[in-house]
């Protein structure tokens, strides 16, 4: 019998061992295992894209003139209708004194110079504009007479800001639309100098208006192509910021771990924007990325 006992004593103590021992080791597995934070991702693919600027402005005629009396005199009669389609050279009004000194122009009594006070001609062809002087009024040195609009292309104003100027060039491609119609468009003219206030340029494009199809102040819209570029489709609500305030997107790097991207926005409408500065495809934190910091391993789904 007590043989029996010592032995039961003996196995006992044996299993009391080895569950201390196997006891300790689950211990320290529940101790050394790390904990990750969970985050939802987004499988996303950019899209190649225009990345051009795009602004507001309304159309302008290429050239706008006064034509002014430079002599005391009264209107004979006006040759042309106001909204009348006018060649360059073309006589408009005919001032009192006018046929008197014509006819001594013709016999080489008069100058050009002193002629052209009385012949008020089109300096260049246009539409004569309403205001105009009529038959009987009187006019004084430096009054308008009439005025004329050269519509045969169009001016169209922009200010870029100065982050965007050295991308820029007369070289650019021009997309111009007016009132919901695509037209051609050329760069005409960018501003050497910034407003000091805006530190802005001035650029202008230029729209050939064939057939006087488009009118002075219409509303435009001007896209300058900078050229191509990768762009991803994210939601504003998943924007974050770096380090030194600058605004990004948080994605899943190499195993596993956080990394913080800049971004540079390209479109940005109420319900989604359009951005640059990622990879080809990213695996972009759309839920919980304001509770993990970069370098920061996770877990995702």
Not at 273 to 299: D, R, T
Request: with cysteine; net charge negative; charged share 25%.
């Amino acid at each position: 019998m007590f043989p029996t006992i010592k032995k039961l004593i003996f196995i006992a103590s044996i299993l009391l061992i080895n569950s201390l021992c196997y006891s300790s080791e689950w211990g320290n597995k529940e101790e050394t295992e790390e904990i990750l934070f969970s985050v939802e991702v987004m499988d996303s693919s950019a899209l190649t894209i225009k990345d051009s600027i795009v602004f507001s402005s309304t159309t302008e005629a290429f050239r706008r003139i006064e034509v002014k009396s430079e002599v005391m005199t009264t209107i004979e009669k006006v040759l042309v209708k106001a909204g009348s389609k006018i060649k360059e050279g073309q006589l408009i009004v005919e001032l009192d004194d006018y046929k008197t000194n014509a006819d001594l122009y013709k016999l080489n009594l008069l100058s050009q110079s002193e002629f052209e006070k009385f012949a008020l001609f089109a300096p260049f062809s246009g539409i004569l504009l309403d205001g105009h002087k009529i038959a009987g009024e009187l006019v004084m040195p430096g009054e308008k007479v009439y005025e004329i609009i050269d519509l045969s292309s169009l001016k169209i104003f922009g200010y870029i800001n100065e982050n965007e100027i050295l991308d820029i060039s007369l070289k650019n491609k021009v997309e111009v639309t007016i009132l919901d119609e695509k037209v051609s468009g050329i760069l005409d003219y960018i501003s050497p100098i910034s407003d000091p206030e805006t530190k802005t340029f001035e650029i202008v494009v230029k729209v050939e208006n064939k057939d006087f199809r488009y009118k002075d102040g219409l509303s435009s819209v001007i896209s300058i192509v900078k050229g191509n570029v990768l762009a991803h489709k994210i939601s504003p609500s998943i924007l974050a910021l770096g380090d030194s305030g600058e605004l990004g997107v948080k994605v899943i790097g190499s195993n596993n771990t956080v990394q913080f991207k800049k971004i540079n926005v390209i479109e940005d409408t109420s319900d989604y924007m359009l951005v640059s500065g990622l990879s080809q495809k990213e695996k972009i934190i759309i839920v919980g990325q304001q509770y993990v910091s970069e370098g920061e391993k996770v877990n995702f789904n």
